[in-house]
């Protein structure tokens, strides 16, 4: 047996309540996070196996492609 879907047409809303509308801002820029206060407290208390210098290393590496976010940026 094959059941048939329908579909209703709906009307204009029954209820007086004004219709809300919800705007979202997208900015052009996003921030991204490169933590390098953080890999820097690593490399110097928790550099086990040299795993805190390569969180360093790839920390100032997001930084200069992103941009100069902090002063650390290379001249190409």
Known sequence: MVKENTV???GPPQS???VTTTVIDIRGETA???HIVWSLFNT???NWCCLGFM?????VKVRVRVG???G???EV
């Open 8 to 10: 209703d047409i709906l």
């Open 55 to 59: 969180a360093f290393a790839y920390s």
């Open 32 to 34: 991204v996070p490169d």
């Open 72 to 74: 650390l940026s290379q």
């Open 44 to 46: 110097i208390f928790l």
């Open 16 to 18: 007086s309540a004004p």
């Open 68 to 70: 100069d976010a902090g």
